[in-house]
């Protein structure tokens, strides 16, 4: 994959340690599959046009400006020499203003990554003061940065020879928990359901492996998109809906026939015991469900 274009370009600052730095794109959409809207007749792609929504009239690029909605009939325009007039320092800076443990920053903020590099020799040595200091004391330097016409936060961790860059949420666009979570009955739960899940739970534990998660409907979609440019015939695939949970379902018993299931699927994967081996371990039987999960609204 050819190496991205640098978003933005500038200093990355500590007090008054400073560094050229560039930020890059750490994601890629180039494999995802984007479907064109078309004019069914015609096959013709249709395009979105800046239209004047009284006058219907199409506006030129060099028409196109920038308005703050006041209410419903009132609009400020906004020049692009007023947002010049109040650019702001994070423009061409990050400035490093706190650091926190890694553990802080809820994912909730997290918005994209980026790759933080030093831009030029000059200002290798810095950076990587800057990286090896917050290795070695186990800490996320946060700053602002200005992308896209818009001031954000910017978590920054090191991550090998080089700096990842979070992109972060402001508090005011993480909506709060307890609007969701305190809708939320109070649930007691068996003892011998928790235990079978637990059990399910560390058969399924493991390090985290992003490439053992296929993009199933981007496969599908590409094996569509060949079928159809070699005029074969369309073949379904299974509905992933098709194992959907009825509505009455008995919790108990998917939880023991799920832990059956796996105890099954782990002895075939074990090698056979040799010829005249015993074993003295008695099977693990399953416990029957002595209490039901009762609901409370409290």
């Not at 030129?60 to 020499?81: H, N, S």
């Not at 831009?119 to 996320?140: H, L």
């Not at 818009?150 to 991550?159: G, T």
């Amino acid at each position: 994959m050819a190496v991205a274009r640098a978003n933005w370009k500038g200093y990355l600052r500590l007090s008054l340690v400073s560094c050229p730095v560039a930020l890059y794109p750490a994601t890629s959409d180039e494999k995802k599959i984007s479907l064109n809207r078309i004019n069914r007749a015609t096959g013709n792609r249709l395009r979105q046009q800046n239209i004047d929504e009284v006058t219907k009239e199409v506006i030129a690029g060099d028409d196109v400006g920038k308005a703050y909605q006041l209410d419903k009939e009132t609009r400020i325009p906004i020049e692009d020499d007023e947002l010049e007039a109040i650019e702001l320092e994070s423009k061409r800076t990050i400035q490093i203003e706190q650091f926190v443990p890694a553990e802080d920053i809820d994912q909730r903020f997290v918005v994209r990554p980026y790759y933080l590099l030093p831009d030029g020799e000059a200002g290798e040595e810095a950076y990587a003061v800057i990286r090896d200091a917050m290795k070695d004391e186990n800490v996320v330097g946060v700053g602002k940065v200005m992308l896209s016409s818009r001031e954000h936060m910017i978590a920054l961790y090191p991550s090998g020879k080089g700096i990842i860059g979070n992109l972060l949420r402001y508090p005011s666009e993480v909506r709060s928990e307890k609007d969701y979570f305190d809708e939320v009955p109070h649930v007691e739960v068996a003892d011998d359901m928790l235990d079978m899940a637990k059990t399910l739970i560390k058969k399924y534990e493991g390090k985290f492996d992003p490439s053992a998660f296929k993009d199933r409907y981007g496969d599908a979609l590409r094996a569509l998109i060949e079928s159809k440019k070699g005029g074969k015939a369309i073949i379904k695939t299974d509905d992933a809906r098709s194992g959907a949970a009825t509505n009455v379902v008995n919790l108990m018993d998917l939880l023991r026939k799920s832990v059956k299931d796996e105890g099954a699927a782990d002895a075939k994967r074990r090698p056979a015991p040799a010829r005249g081996a015993t074993s003295s371990k008695k099977p693990a039987t399953a416990k029957p469900s002595t209490a039901r999960a009762k609901r409370k609204t409290g």
